[in-house]
Nanobody, 130 residues
Framework: QVQLVESGGGLVHVGDSLKLSCEVS????????MGWFRREAPTKERAFVA?????????AYGHRAKGRFTISRDNSKNNLFLTMKRREPEETAVYFC??????????????????????WGKGTQVTVSS
């Protein structure tokens, strides 16, 4: 059973940068598609932020993340990262890393709303203060 543990959340101010990490164990991380999602309120669903193929040659970003966020991975250390620049107050949320049980190898597949994201961490809270 794959386990994902997010870290790096906290309080930041509008315009600041923040880097989140996700440590993965229990499986061959280097072969996994990985992604970041966020939930802005307990009553909302997780929203797609960014995703990356098992190599970092293919990435995809949600429209609010494009141009400001960068997803990356270190397969040698089983770590996934999300670097976020120029934070905006509406981006206060719990950020989750996740992985689907099948590889997603194209940007279109990563962006698909029907992609079967299944394994999730418990999330890390990010609060953007104005």
């Amino acid at each position: 059973q794959v386990q994902l543990v997010e870290s790096g959340g906290g309080l930041v101010h509008v315009g600041d940068s923040l880097k989140l990490s996700c440590e993965v164990s229990g499986g061959p991380f280097s072969s996994y598609t990985m992604g970041w999602f966020r939930r802005e309120a307990p009553t909302k669903e997780r929203a797609f932020v960014a995703a990356v193929k098992w190599t970092d040659s293919v990435t995809a970003y949600g429209h609010r993340a494009k141009g400001r966020f960068t997803i990356s991975r270190d397969n040698s250390k089983n770590n996934l990262f999300l670097t976020m620049k120029r934070r905006e107050p509406e981006e206060t949320a719990v950020y989750f890393c996740g992985s689907p049980p099948i590889p997603l190898n194209t940007a279109a597949a990563l962006l698909s709303t029907s992609a079967p994201w299944a394994d999730w961490g418990k999330g890390t809270q990010v609060t953007v203060s104005s």
